[in-house]
């Protein structure tokens, strides 16, 4: 019957029995039937007979589940001198851990016959023994037990001798001689018997002996031993060819009836084969090694024999101790060679068993496992010990287990063995990706080519095989409104980062991303890291100048007035630059690299200030042009030009008839008629049109005369410019002031002049403007005398002798229209100088037309 508790196998015995002499695969028992098992459930679990090192006696099928002889099977050879014989094996069930210990039992059958360790026996009897006198037989051996052993003798053979068969004290039947009538030597000097020994087995068997008796003539004492028993013990270790005691027997007798013979009388196969008896000195000797584990006993039969036939019998009891010869035997009985390594503690993964052939305490086993490992030892039956797990295991600390077990004795010395479990621990996917920085930086160049690899990230994942793998991928995120994709990506297998297409430091300056570093587990592990990408500035862009604007698409160049009366370091204008790169390579420089006059004007090397660099000459031109390189710090270092006009003045007369004469080579002859037609046509438009303006303003302010008081009839001043220059530039024009005096009449000063200081304090020159029609929008929409008085000045440095003219008119006239009327003609003026038409051919006409409009403006104003 056996049984399986949580945790443990606890099994108890199947005992059957068969007899002996049953050929090789004989039916012994029905082990799936006893167990309770189906055949096919032993065959599944792996159940299988445990195998000792020893004969194999018994097989298990695992088809049938039936248990049977694996050879023939001989009791007296395998239970030798043994009343009951059981063999025992055990069967381990794999899939289940359990181990069930089956006891079978071999009966005897009458299979062998008494036997007489001599078939011949000689006997000494002296002629005067007397009738009674009894003569020890030698015992015949029966091997088979029970009713199947020596059950009787029997003699024939002679009247002068009977038999006595006498039970011992262990049970065993001692066959005697026994003298029924009185021998006469001289009748009869041999007498021939036979002794007969039978069994009680069905059918009966015999054994025969035959016993020659030998009549003497008459020695009437009989040796003497000094002991009739003899006791001794010895160690199982002791020396082949030691003396182990000395038999003593005398004999009162002289001369060949004392001279006294050793013999073994009773000695069973192995004690002769063991102990050799002396017969002269009576010294019993060891032939063969002592093995406690065999034999712990010996009993022997010692006899005294004088010359004359006379003899005493003595008993030799030889007790064998253990000693600790033998080391523990250790055998896994089952084991698991690899263990996952979420296993739960308690998880069984071996199933040892441990026997000591030494009795006592040099049979007492412990076992024990003496490493700093996590497994324990668990004692399931007598001789069983199972290796569980004492906790949870972590692959990635200990990957592979070499587990050794200890069987130790309690002898002294101890001896003891070992058995080494290999175990290798199955990896779970527990831990994550790790990077091997916490954060990535990395420093790409603009301009760089598309595929450029950017930097490699590495992640180490502590699991193993496809848990180990690590994938990487970005983590979504969009750079300027486009996906990161679009601008880097990183190679899956690698972690290699690419940049997809070329960076500008002046759109992109950094990009930050997250690359996801994953496993190949299930479920899958993973972990970020940060990545920052810093794109670092190369010279790509070359300086851009503000001011003065470039020549290119309306031929504006930089105009500026310089007194013929400047001191040396007076400011001339300021070149204004900026450059789009960063760092040293937007640091600007500036340099004069071509003057009409070269030691006449000097440049500020890091403000780009013009200045004089002496006070004028009269023999210096009045026209000067400056070409101003601007130059960044990069590497290679890039530059930009800026080309100035400076006209030597000391008057805005000087200042127009120096523009105009420049102005008039370059318009050619044969297009001036029709640019005068263009110029009348459009002042005229313009004047139709003013005129409907003129009388939609009037009535809106005769409508606001009505219904609000009049106002103070005083002249508003016109305030202070509220353009803002690019980049600083305003703080840079603000220094800018000219007080000139303008007259309608002519280009030469005049006592009466109105001096424009007084009206416009501190006018700042703003950029030119880019378009008339610009200008023309800005004076509608400001509708304020200070629009006018900006634009008062800036005709006159930037329009020529025409805006001067307009400067004229402005002053002439009064109110709001005046600001309008303004704005069309320092327009028109504007046109007349961008396009290069010469100065005198259009003047007077302008002249003419402009006189009318004013008369008509002055006249609208009277009503």
Known sequence: MCWWRRGKAACGQLRYSVPEELPKGSFVGDVAKDLALQPATLRDRGARILDRGRTRYFALHVNSGHLVTAERLDREHLCRLVERCVLHCEVIVEGEMKVYEIEVEITDINDNAPSFHSAEMELTVNEMAATGSRFPLSKARDPDVGVNSLQSYELSGDEHFSLSVQAGADGEKRPELVLAKALDREEAAFHDLVLRASDGGEPARTGTARIRVSVLDANDNAPVFSQAV???????????GSTL??????????????????????ATGIASETFHLDAETGSIRLVRSLDFEEDDSYHLEAQAQDGGGLFDTSTILISVTDVNDNAPELTVSSALSEISEDAPPGTVVALLHVQDRDSGANGEVRCSIVESVPFRLERELDNYYSVVTARELDREEVSEYNVTVWASDGGSPSLRSSAVLALRVLDVNDNAPVFAEARYSARLPENNAEGALVLTVRAWDADWGQNARVRYRLAEGRVRGTPLSSYVSVQAETGALYALRSFDYEEVREVGLWVRAEDGGA???????????????????????????????????????????????????????????????????????????????????????????????????????LVVVV??????????????????????????????????PAEPGGSLTRWLVLAVAAVSCLFVAFLLLLLALRLRRWRRSQLLPPASGALRGVPASHFVGIDGVRAFLHSYSHEVSLTADSRS???DALRLGACFPSCSLPFPPRSPSRLWTLAADEGTASFGSELCVFALVSGGASAGFAASVTLFVGGRIREVAFACISTLARLILVSHLPFVCLFCPLMFITKVFLFFLHFSFLF
Do not use: C, M
């Open 230 to 240: 003899y006791a001794v013990r010895v160690p199982e270790d002791v020396p082949v």
């Open 245 to 266: 005691l000395t038999l003593t027997a005398t004999d009162v007798d002289e001369g060949f009836n004392a001279n006294v013979k050793y013999s073994l009388k009773t």
């Open 523 to 625: 479920p899958a592990l993973s972990s970020n890291v940060s990545v920052r990408l810093l794109i670092v500035d190369e010279n790509d862009n070359a300086p851009q100048v503000l001011y003065p604007p470039s020549a290119a698409g309306a031929g504006w160049t930089g105009v500026e007035l310089a007194p013929r009366s400047a001191e040396p370091g007076a400011l001339v204008a300021k070149v204004v630059a900026v450059d789009a790169d960063a760092g040293q390579n937007a640091w600007l420089s500036y340099e004069l690299a071509k003057a009409t006059e070269p030691g006449l004007f000097r440049v500020g090397l890091h403000s780009g200030e013009v200045r004089t660099a002496r006070s004028p000459l009269a023999r210096d031109a009045p026209r000067h042009s």
């Open 631 to 664: 130059k960044d710090q990069g590497r290679p270092a890039l530059s930009a030009t800026a080309t100035l006009t400076v006209v030597l003045a000391e008057s805005v007369a000087e200042l127009l008839s120096e523009l105009g004469s420049a102005a008039a």
């Open 749 to 751: 000063g005049h006592p």
